[in-house]
């Protein structure tokens, strides 16, 4: 999910040369609760999966949820790992 985008309910995360001081550890922070938000949802579908009465809606909402969480795992991840120049 782009970060113009309007549906981004999330904190924005600066860039160190943005804030003016090193954010690696304010986005280490984040990049674990999202994580750890991830596998929250991973169990939540799977119970709902298994339910006799799954709500196919809810499921299919979880799962963007998820998606989107994904896409905010992996720009943290990108932000935090160092441009190599070879």
Do not use: N, Y
Request: no cysteine.
């Amino acid at each position: 999910m782009l970060w113009g985008d309007e549906r981004f309910t999330g904190p924005r995360v600066t860039m160190a040369a943005e804030s003016g001081e090193s954010a690696q550890p304010d986005l280490e922070v984040e990049l674990a609760r999202l994580r750890e938000e991830h596998r929250d949802l991973d169990s939540a579908i799977e119970a709902l999966e298994h339910s006799v009465a799954g709500d196919q809606l809810q499921i299919q909402r979880l799962k963007k949820r998820k998606l989107t969480l994904r896409d905010r795992i992996f720009h943290i991840e990108d932000m935090i790992t160092p441009d190599i120049i070879a």
